[in-house]
């Protein structure tokens, strides 16, 4: 199992993420990727800029890979920052009024701002990971896992599904 506070060069990064999130970092109209928690959590302190993100869709396949390029870390959020948040990241983040409502008692944001978005055929093997953290919503994997040189290599990217 990765660890967590591996150094930028020892680790990729796995978001999960739902469909209508996917589609919209596959139409580059979703730039960054915001989550709040209540305790201090991957990928809170150990994403930075210049690491593979890959996105897996909830209960499905990795559809997406992109490259961070800038990542803020925000710690004891009172409700009042994050409805701050709400509102200084609509354009990036594109979240739905509701997330940010359910999520008001957060003390922890991480936003990971990236570009290079390109749509993958495959994904990193997570399973160790995933099998050590089953419900993770965010998984840090070796750098080894990295996919992506082999994707442009063998030219495996498909078109928006």
Known sequence: MMNPEASSADAIHLAVVHQNYIELILRGTKTAELR??????PPHGVVHPGQRLYFKQSSGPVR???VVTHVE???DLTPADVARLAKDSAETVRGEPDF?????SARFAS???FDRVQPCAFGPDFAAERAANPRAAWLVLPAEADVYPDCLATNLFTANR
């Open 36 to 41: 709040l928690t209540k305790n201090r959590n």
């Open 64 to 66: 997406a890979t992109a």
């Open 73 to 75: 870390s925000l710690t």
């Open 100 to 104: 940010f409502e359910q999520r008001s």
């Open 111 to 113: 936003v990971i701002h």
